[in-house]
């Protein structure tokens, strides 16, 4: 909690007799200035004393004014059932000047994301859990939380039978993703002619849980070709993970089936091993009738490996499509005694009009394939603006990526989200271009100071204390994007800040000025938390467009 707001909660819950959690949770921060910097609503203390909230509202402003503010607030008022707050700005400015710092906290996480599938292509498809786990991650991260990211690839599974069947059919000269996907796909369009294929590749995945070694060695064949391809796509986007731990390793699920055994779990149903839920769900299938592994007997086996860090909460950024499995597998790790706090942090598909996303039909849209366009188009922008421009290459990169992970954090990400060609690259409005523009803007002004000024806070105008009230919620901005997983909070944030400040910007004259050195320091505030901001959304910034 910020130093100003903290200063109204004693104030509140020192007079209330309320808790300070309890107080927090009911300030809110007013939609106009002329109604205070914080606000506290009364309706609630209203239905419990029975009295009108007008009343209770007024008679706490006027024992506030009448008892003593502090030297924080420069005064109180009541209005329409809320009391409103108004902070010392020149206070607030200060505060804004010094920076800002998130304290260290006890919270273990272990988040899971992104996982592409080996021997498919990374398409859009994959980008979702990507962008948003990873944001999760820097944003957890940076609020203090001890955070451990892992990469659980689908490497293993029916579809490796599949594909070494084929491989083995027609397979010769294999060398890339394209490759392996062409022969994947072969297998499918083989299939719905011959079902017999089928049962083929189960037999072969049996053998490759077995430890027959001509399949193991396909697979890893398999592996490395995907990896490499995986690693060039981590690599653009500037993400690195603290682990990288596919279903294989977790393949052997021998332990797991003794705690479940012991706990007498375990039902045979039609030859399979099951476990049964609650409600109206439908059992987990623990282990096929072959005996062999399921994607839910290899998560059940991944959560155990990561409670051995101790985590308080262990989170899965994966789409809607998993919520029947998520709920299965987290309710038998609960049965086995697991004492964290399991989440799946969900989210909604992400798609073009009338493009379907089928691996298995080869009709899909890659990741290379949509940056390439977007990095062409924001080429030819920059060439119409700004043709002498330095690293235009690397810009168009930037630029590209931006439209790209802004368009998907700025949602809600419960909701699909339709990708719109001509909406990422607009240098204005709510996109990630307005941003880098922005940020490379402020540090326009920075390249041209010649020397410092001292700092002095003078009457400040309400351009100035509407940029220094932006800056000063960052802190809770970026909290509330963690406790909420909800990186949107924090993109919409940087899209407002970007908004406020460049208003600052057309009324607020800088380099020249009376107030030349408070506005710089200003100036250098706003870079600082747009630059942070970026940094948390896994942006990559541009120091000049």
């Known amino acids: 909690m910020n130093y100003m707001k903290q200063a109204i909660v004693n104030l509140l819950s020192k007079e209330l007799k309320l808790k300070k959690e309890e107080v927090e949770g009911m300030i809110e921060v007013p939609p106009s200035l002329s109604m205070g910097d914080f606000a506290f609503p009364c309706f609630s203390l209203a239905r419990k004393a029975r009295k009108s909230p007008l009343l209770i509202a007024e008679n706490l402003a006027e024992k506030f004014r009448k008892d003593g503010l502090g030297k924080e607030i420069d005064n109180v008022e009541a209005k329409a059932g809320y009391v ?23 919270e273990k996480i272990v988040i899971d994301y992104s996982h592409p599938n080996v021997a498919k292509h990374f398409g859009i498809h994959n980008l979702r859990s990507t962008l948003i786990g990873h944001a999760l991650y820097n944003i957890l991260k940076a609020t203090g939380r ?14 490796f039978g599949k594909l070494i069947v084929a491989y083995k059919k027609w397979g010769k000269n294999i060398h890339s993703v394209e490759d392996l996907n062409a022969l994947y796909v072969m297998f499918h369009n083989k299939a719905e002619k011959n079902e017999t294929l089928i049962d083929e590749a189960r037999g072969e995945f049996k053998k490759l849980e077995e430890g027959d070694k001509e399949n193991l060695k396909l697979w ?3 592996y490395d070709i995907s990896w490499k391809e995986f690693a060039v796509v981590y690599d653009i986007l500037g993400i690195r993970f603290d682990e990288v731990k596919g279903e294989s390793r977790f393949r052997d699920i021998s332990d797991i089936k003794k705690k479940l055994e012991r706990r007498k779990l375990l039902k045979k149903s039609e030859g399979a091993e099951i476990v049964e839920v609650s409600g109206d769900k439908p059992p987990l299938i623990f282990e096929k009738r072959d005996e062999a592994s399921t994607y839910a007997s290899r998560d059940l086996g991944a959560i155990f490996d990561r409670m051995k860090k101790k985590p308080d909460k262990i989170l899965y950024v994966v789409d809607v499509a998993q919520s029947l499995h998520f709920e299965q597998v987290f309710e038998v790790a609960k049965k086995l ?6 989440v799946h942090v969900k989210f909604g598909r992400l798609s073009f009009k009338d493009k379907a996303m089928s691996t298995r039909k080869g009709n899909i849209i890659l990741f290379e394939d949509l940056l390439a366009r977007l990095e062409k188009k924001a080429m030819k922008q920059i060439e119409d603006k700004n043709p002498n421009l330095k690293n235009k290459k690397d810009t168009a990169r930037k630029v590209a990526l931006a439209g790209i992970i802004f368009n998907d954090l700025k949602q809600d990400r419960k909701l699909n989200v339709v990708f719109d060609w001509n909406e990422a690259l607009r240098a204005e409005g709510r996109t990630g271009v307005y941003l880098l523009y922005t940020y490379a803007r402020a540090n326009s002004i920075l390249r041209k100071v010649k020397s410092r000024k001292k700092i002095k806070i003078l009457d400040l105008n309400e351009h100035e204390v ?3 009230k932006k800056l000063y919620i960052f802190p809770e901005v970026v909290e509330r994007a963690a406790r909420d997983y909800a990186p949107n909070i924090l993109a919409e944030y940087c899209y407002e800040l970007a908004q406020v400040f460049n208003e600052f910007y057309h009324n607020c004259p800088v380099i020249g000025s009376a107030e030349e050195g408070f506005r710089l320091g200003l100036v250098r505030a706003f870079k ?6 970026l940094d948390l959304l896994g942006i990559q910034k541009i120091e000049e467009m």
Do not use: C, M
């Open 466 to 468: 509407k940029l220094i």
């Open 84 to 106: 409103n707050f108004f902070i010392d700005k020149k206070i607030l400015a200060r505060e804004v000047l010094k920076g800002f710092n998130f304290k260290k906290k006890k």
């Open 220 to 222: 890893k064949k398999f």
């Open 146 to 159: 001890k955070v451990w990211s892992v990469n659980h690839l689908g490497d293993w599974g029916t579809q």
């Open 528 to 533: 600082e938390v747009i630059g942070k901001g």
């Open 337 to 342: 005694g697991v004492k964290a706090e399991l």
